[in-house]
């Protein structure tokens, strides 16, 4: 599989890139590369719009791509599925809208200790517009979601819980389909943050029974730009537009404007078209490589390097529980992850260091910031092997050793 990922032919420093950093973004395979060239070359055009044969060739591409993601998230109908930029704008369009017509003084709004940002931020925003207030899910000692707080923090009150289906620091898989039973049961709607699950395990938004869910196309080996919303249609239908202009109006007059059907009336002004493409092809190639394929790979490399750090004395892991993605976040004791990052990259190992956009999560555990691995389906364990070297050789530079 590597060979489908060009970047891979690149040399950083002399050295072979090793990328550790897919839940940032992920590299992209050629068909994906080619998949936006060739549209480009032979097929831009905008969609929705032109009689002509150029513009309706485009149209039945970029909604042919609605209909595949349909089909991969399992969502009933494709007018489920909008176009959005990514799982921010995602989930900014069900805050702000969603907030304009349901959430007033007094109500609350629930999330997680272990929110990205753009979890946690859009809501904060409504709670301040609308006088309502932030709920918090604690995460336990093992990282993972308190769920019997969970329970008790779902009242009369709540207007929406919003949850992350995988966290971008510890990699846990949270039970999103228990959460969404126990909101549900008090008739309280769920959105799910689906950024760092999409592209690495199955995801069934009927069998979740989750009302929102958002992901972003670069994190699944699609371009930047581009991700989706999928919202039930009796949700999606109940919101008010997000953005207004052309495309998500029926009839515009200065006196009054009427709004287009599902999923138009949220897709104001021209779309990222070749993004989609591009996302219809890593779709395409994700489903050839196979879901449980690249979830026993992530999950083999996903082992191999937690034995791996765990052998380096003076490394701490955060967050083993079982139910994990391929992330792995730890620190070099008395070595600030920038440092560590800074050294791995003169070795031409890529990995992330910091906050991870969720400093909230980052005070819980007690660290300014972490490094995290992140695995995609390219990655191998000799690449690990290598990573464990270069850390060795950190741990000596930093500590004094050496
Ligand atoms: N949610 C989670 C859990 C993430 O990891 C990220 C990005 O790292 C986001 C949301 C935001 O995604 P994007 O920047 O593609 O909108």
Known sequence: MREDFPIFERKIGGKKLIYFDSA?????????????????????????????????????????????????????????????????????????????????????????????????VPWQMVCQDRGAKLKIIPVTDSRELNLQEAEKLITKKTKLVAITHVSNVLGTINPVKEITKLAHKKRVPVLVDGAQAVGHIKVDVRDLDCDFYAFSGHKMYGSTGIGVLFGKKEWLEKLPPYQGGGEMIKQVTFEKTTYNDLPYKFEAGTPDIAGVVGLGAAIDYVTKVGADPIQRHEKELLKYGQEALSSIGGVKIFGRTRNKTGIISFILERVHPHDVGTFLDGEGIAIRTGHHCCQPLMERLGVVGTCRISFGIYNTKQEIDKLKTALLKARDFFHGTN
């Open 24 to 120: 940032s973004t992920t590299q992209k395979p050629k068909e994906v590369i080619d998949a936006v060239a060739s549209f480009y070359k032979t097929a831009n055009s905008n969609v929705h719009r032109g009689l002509y044969f150029l513009s309706r060739e485009a149209t039945e591409i970029f909604e042919a791509t609605r209909e595949k993601i349909r089909k991969f998230i399992s969502a009933e109908e494709a007018r489920e599925i909008v176009f959005v930029r990514g799982t921010t704008e995602a989930i900014n369009l069900v805050a702000t809208t969603f907030g304009k017509k349901f959430v007033k003084r007094g109500d609350e709004i629930l999330i997680s200790e272990m929110e990205h940002h753009s979890n946690i």
